[in-house]
T-cell receptor
Framework: QKEVEQDPGPLSVPEGAIVSLNCTYSNSAFQYFMWYRQYSRKGPELLMYTYSSGNKEDGRFTAQVDKSSKYISLFIRDSQPSDSATYLC???????????FGAGTRLTVKP | DADVTQTPRNRITKTGKRIMLECSQTKGHDRMYWYRQDPGLGLQLIYYSFDVKDINKGEISDGYSVSRQAQAKFSLSLESAIPNQTALYFCATAQGGQEETQYFGPGTRLLVL
């Protein structure tokens, strides 16, 4: 079993839809949780960063962390074609500095 | 100019050849990382370095070596390339401390024939 599980998709939604992306993990020591966005032929770029449990909102994006369930989510409201990319979850352990990535979910937002 | 640069961007090589991938950063970060990305597997950590004298193995270090020549430079070597090392390779940097954000380079596409 991988430490971080993420459905690779692909996920296709119409413009304006609410998108929900999720990851589960097995290592309870993870404390930092991140979502990266990766456009085709580009390196990943940080989208959202959360420490421990809770919600964080940034514009159309909301990140949620539920440490009790070992489950993190990224919501995209009013999705746009420019949101079409692969979204990778990532998490790290402060003590060891190990970072683990999910496989990435490929999202397409159709006009 | 990009903060994290990687050279070459694309490379084709033959089995058994030695190859070096280079990474440079202008962010002033102490921490640097090398990952490989394969379809369906996400990013896997190969090696990481927290300063010039610090080198650590990641999840999949076998068949790879690294050199941290300076704070700004971190190179990855494949001593004897094999076809299953065909992948997309990313270098990343991070400030460290409580700031865990990693900044990625544009990637190097490597094909081993």
């Amino acid at each position: 079993q991988k430490e971080v599980e993420q459905d690779p998709g692909p996920l296709s939604v119409p413009e304006g839809a609410i998108v929900s992306l999720n990851c589960t993990y097995s290592n309870s020591a993870f404390q930092y949780f991140m979502w990266y966005r990766q456009y085709s032929r580009k390196g990943p770029e940080l989208l959202m960063y959360t420490y421990s449990s809770g919600n964080k909102e940034d514009g159309r994006f909301t990140a949620q962390v539920d440490k009790s369930s070992k489950y993190i989510s990224l919501f995209i409201r009013d999705s746009q074609p420019s949101d079409s990319a692969t979204y990778l979850c990532a998490m790290s352990d402060e003590a060891t500095n190990d970072m683990r990535f999910g496989a990435g979910t490929r999202l397409t937002v159709k006009p | 100019d990009a903060d994290v640069t990687q050279t070459p961007r694309n490379r084709i090589t033959k089995t058994g050849k030695r190859i070096m991938l280079e990474c440079s950063q202008t962010k002033g970060h102490d921490r640097m990382y090398w990952y490989r990305q394969d379809p369906g597997l996400g990013l896997q950590l190969i090696y990481y370095s927290f300063d010039v004298k610090d080198i650590n193995k990641g999840e999949i270090s076998d068949g790879y070596s690294v050199s941290r020549q300076a704070q700004a430079k971190f190179s990855l070597s494949l001593e004897s390339a094999i076809p299953n090392q065909t992948a997309l390779y990313f270098c990343a940097t991070a400030q460290g401390g409580q700031e865990e954000t990693q900044y990625f380079g544009p990637g190097t596409r490597l094909l081993v024939l």
